[in-house]
C-alpha cells in the first residue's frame, strides 16, 4: 500500500520531508537496513510516519 509513498519509483531514495519515528526516537536518518526497534517488530509500539512541512 505504501510502495512509492516513501521511496522514489526510480531513485529507490525516501521521499523528502518524510520523518519516522518509533520509541521517541527519530529514525528518519537510520540506514534503511537498520532493524526496527524490537518494541516496533514486536507490535508493542507503533511506527510514525510524519510529514514534514517546509515554508518560508
Do not use: K, N, W, Y
Request: one cysteine or more.
Amino acid at each position: 500500500m505504501l510502495r512509492g509513498t516513501i521511496r522514489d519509483h526510480v531513485t529507490h531514495q525516501r521521499r523528502p520531508f518524510l520523518r519516522l519515528f518509533a520509541c521517541e526516537q527519530d529514525l528518519s536518518h537510520e540506514s534503511p537496513d537498520a532493524p526496527l526497534p524490537v518494541a516496533v517488530a514486536t507490535g508493542v509500539e507503533p511506527l510514525l510516519v510524519v510529514g514534514a512541512m517546509a515554508g518560508g
